[in-house]
């Protein structure tokens, strides 16, 4: 089993920036795929980014591509999504996800198999 935690959530201004954070404990991820996905307000969860078990290669949806990036670092279990020129859009629960097989790209909820609780993000306008 797996557990994440996600952490860097809160108020930011449009504009603005965050920086989230999702620890994994219970199991080396170093061989995961690892990911974020969000729900804002009467939506749909959405994919929003993807990254490889070497965090080499890198995925992301289209409305916060060249805003956000998406990293990992392996010896501390940890993945990161640095998220700038935040818009009201971009409000939201945040979820790390992590996945055991290779689809880091994956932008469907049923392919990833460990969820953690979602940390809120809002922009205000």
């Known amino acids: 089993q797996v557990q994440l935690v996600e952490s860097g959530g809160g108020l930011v201004q449009a504009g603005g920036s965050l920086r989230l954070s999702c620890a994994a404990s219970g199991r080396t991820v170093s061989r995961y795929v690892m990911g974020w996905f969000r729900q804002a307000p009467g939506k749909e969860r959405e994919f929003v980014a993807g990254?490889?078990?070497?965090?080499?290669?890198?995925s992301y949806a289209n409305s916060v591509k060249g805003r956000f990036t998406i990293s990992r670092d392996n010896a501390k279990n940890t993945v990161y999504l640095q998220m700038n020129n935040l818009n009201a859009e971009d409000t939201a629960v945040y979820y790390c996800?992590?996945?055991?097989?290779?689809?880091?790209?994956?932008?469907?909820?049923?392919?990833?198999?460990?969820w953690g609780q979602g940390t809120q993000v809002t922009v205000s306008s």
């Open positions: 990254i490889s078990w070497s965090g080499g290669s890198t």
């Open positions: 996800v992590a996945d055991p097989s290779s689809y880091y790209s994956s932008s469907s909820r049923y392919t990833w198999e460990y």
